[in-house]
């Protein structure tokens, strides 16, 4: 049975509990704030180990499989575009700072590993969340106020297995290939204005490129790819999961709150996480 | 079979249960009824698991779930199915992956079997042609059947109905519980019902139970039901059943009953009266052959022309079981009684049936035969109705056959 609150405790004593005051209230405030959150991790922390762990189960392979074309095969376009013009801007605005210093030679390099090491898996991992979290946090929380969930539940079909660890799964492999793939793109983005509209060499452009990129630099663009996966697909699957325990909407309401959820939290923990892994990884 | 002791659920300050007793016989249709809020629902989620009690225990075969071991309570609940009242049909997947998905998931069948035995269940539920159409691209009814399908696909002992007949017409809703009794019994599994649709749900129904206020105020046969006198059960009871049964128009038995004992108490002992029982012989039968839901259109249209014919001279009816109709004449003896009698099966033949069912051609290689019968029987006001409907069924011969086209 779950513990009673100050409040009830005092009621079952016939008495009012005592409220805080100007002194305390900030207090009492801010420390429910952190008591929920500190639980909301918990259980997230639950729902992500619950799910992982039923990634390798029988009957699973077909639904990575559609998942990983949902989640990674209809993204590509939208990546391919947004890592076009990130590399054609950051190829324009490189060459008119480094001009200035006569540095243009080394937009190469720049270019490669601001994209590979930082821009690459950051704005994949946010685009992702925009097109597919939304869509995993909507499709699972639309699921679970029409009682979907509790119909598989009822056929003694795991939700988790079913619903969430695919997308999971799915998210893994997309995300890295996604990242490589804005990489690329990025790279050929950033050589149309600096090579065939600001005339620089092209040659030294590819061969700074080809110079300055190590296996280390790649590996971290992976790794962070893989931390950002797991990031998105867990927080999109458990908004959606749990909508139906929100407290600030009820119905379709609540399924668009959790869906802003999803990508507003995925969003801030992409940014939160890169500079933990940058850290770590230096 | 299944045992609820003492059972208490809250949601928060709101007690929704309070320590309900009762008892689910197994092999049997138990419905459970109440007023909208009364705890039906709620009641019925306690017994797959999806909701646990705050107070008291629920027992499976004298053995309470709690104390089960998460691997036996699995075994068990795996035997239980739940059609949900709003269906919950996964709305990204056809009807035939929805029906297919509890074999699919929690069998190891080969694909193939799995398809042949959703096909097999999506057939039985005339669904056929919509089996690739996703649940938005159908209609409320259809969604019903193919929510009803998903459940008994599996061959459950438990299956658990959440209203499964809202939202249908009174052909579709007593069709479907036609198919509930016919899969019970054909099957042989245990069926817990929340039904509003008094009285039609009675003629399936081998026990009742009346949710009041939280608590259990009846347990019994819903004959038991009719003969309890409790004002407030029988003013909740009178509030769901409506003065007229809803697929053939005529009386509900309770009203029936005392249309009855108004008409026949206070007359002279030497006046007698007639009482007529007419039966739809094997509409399981019909069913089958000719198509689902045609058993009740033809009890529909029975109604019809018993009223047209009996009702001229002040005759009134009740649907008294699933397939059989009483007639109580205050104004006729039995001669009387007779002649009306060839002149309703005459005009029935002639003309009840054609539109229903097409009659069967000459040298027809499929068809289908069925027969209705009929029974007469002198009354006393001093006779009980129930004595005198008795006397009348051992009194049935056959008045009418008919063979129809059938599709099987």
């Not at chain 2, 006198?229 to 697929?247: C, F, Y």
Request: one cysteine or more; aromatic letters at 8%; a positive charge.
């Amino acid at each position: 049975m779950a513990q009673k609150t100050i409040s009830e405790q005092y009621a079952e004593q016939g008495a009012q509990a005592p409220r805080p005051s100007a002194v305390t209230r900030p207090f009492a405030w801010t420390g429910k704030k952190v008591v929920r959150w500190v639980s909301e991790l918990g259980a997230s922390a639950i729902f992500l180990g619950k799910a992982l762990s039923m990634i390798i189960r029988p009957k699973q392979f077909g639904a990575i499989v559609r998942q990983t074309y949902h989640i990674g095969a209809r993204s590509t376009s939208i990546i391919a575009l947004v890592a076009l013009f990130t590399g054609m801007v950051l190829g324009l605005q490189s060459y008119n700072s480094l001009v200035q210093y006569g540095a243009q030679g080394t937009l190469g390099a720049l270019v490669a590993l601001s994209l590979i090491r930082e821009l690459g898996p950051v704005l994949t991992a946010v685009m992702i969340t925009a097109r597919a979290g939304s869509a995993m946090a909507a499709e699972i929380g639309m699921q679970r106020i029409s009682e979907q969930i509790d119909a598989l539940q009822t056929m003694r079909v795991d939700p988790i297995r079913f619903l969430v660890s695919p997308k999971i799964a799915a998210s893994i492999i997309s995300f890295p290939i996604l990242t490589a793939f804005f990489d690329l793109i990025g790279i050929i983005g950033a050589y149309v204005p600096s090579v065939i509209l600001l005339d620089m060499d092209a040659g030294a452009y590819i061969y700074r490129v080809q110079s300055s990129v190590d296996l280390n630099d790649v590996t971290e663009g992976f790794i962070k790819s893989l931390v950002f996966a797991v990031i998105v697909s867990a927080v999109s699957c458990y908004q959606g999961y749990f909508t139906h325990m929100r407290t600030d909407g009820h119905g379709a309401k609540a399924v668009g709150l959790s869906t802003t959820s999803a990508v507003v939290i995925s969003c801030a923990l992409i940014l939160i996480s890169d500079y933990v892994v940058t850290s770590l990884l230096m | 079979m299944i045992e609820f002791k003492n059972v208490t659920k809250r949601f928060g300050d709101l007690a929704v249960l309070e320590k309900v007793n009762l008892t689910i016989q197994e092999g049997e249709i138990t419905t459970i009824i109440g007023l909208s809020g009364a705890g039906k629902s709620v009641l019925l989620k306690h017994i797959i698991g999806l909701l646990a009690p705050d107070e008291g225990a629920i027992l499976f075969y004298g053995k309470p779930l709690k104390q089960m071991k998460k691997s036996e309570r699995n075994s068990l609940l795996q035997r239980v199915s739940y059609m949900f009242q709003n269906n919950a049909l996964f709305d990204s997947m056809t009807i035939l992956e929805n029906v297919a998905l509890p074999l699919q998931q929690t069998t190891n069948l080969p694909k193939k079997e799995t398809q042949r035995r959703s096909m097999a269940m999506i057939e039985q539920m005339e669904l056929a042609d919509v089996a690739h159409k996703y649940p938005t691209e159908l209609s409320g009814g259809m969604q019903k059947r193919a929510a009803l399908a998903r459940a008994l696909v599996t061959e459950p002992q438990i299956v658990l109905f959440d209203e499964p007949t809202t939202g249908q017409d009174p052909i579709r809703k007593n069709a479907i519980l036609g198919m509930i009794a016919r899969y019970k019994k054909k099957f042989g599994f245990t069926a817990v019902l929340i039904s509003h649709e008094i009285p039609d749900v009675f003629f399936i129904s081998n026990r009742v139970i009346v949710l009041h206020e939280k608590k259990v105020v009846f347990q019994g046969t819903p004959e038991e039901l009719e003969v309890f006198d409790h004002p407030l059960i029988d003013e909740m009871v009178s509030s769901l059943e409506g003065l007229k049964e809803e697929l053939t128009g005529l009386y509900s038995r309770r009203h029936f009953k005392a249309r009855y004992k108004t008409a026949f108490s206070k007359r002279p002992d030497k006046q007698t009266y007639a009482v007529a029982v007419f039966s739809l012989n094997d509409p399981e039968v019909i069913n089958e052959r000719l198509g689902h839901g045609k058993a009740q259109e033809i009890l529909r249209s029975m109604s019809v022309y018993i009223d047209k014919h009996f009702g001229a001279v002040g005759g009134f009816s009740t649907r008294y079981k699933i397939s059989e109709i009483v007639t109580a004449l205050p104004y006729s003896d039995l001669k009387e009684a007779e002649r009306i009698l060839k002149d309703f099966a005459r005009d029935f033949q002639e003309r009840g049936i054609g539109h229903i069912v097409p009659a069967a051609r000459n040298g027809a290689t499929k068809s289908a035969e069925f027969t209705i019968s009929a029974g007469l029987a002198q009354g006393a006001p001093s006779a009980t109705p129930d004595s005198i409907i008795k006397s009348a069924v051992s009194n049935k011969k056959e008045i009418a056959r008919f063979q129809c086209e059938s599709r099987r």
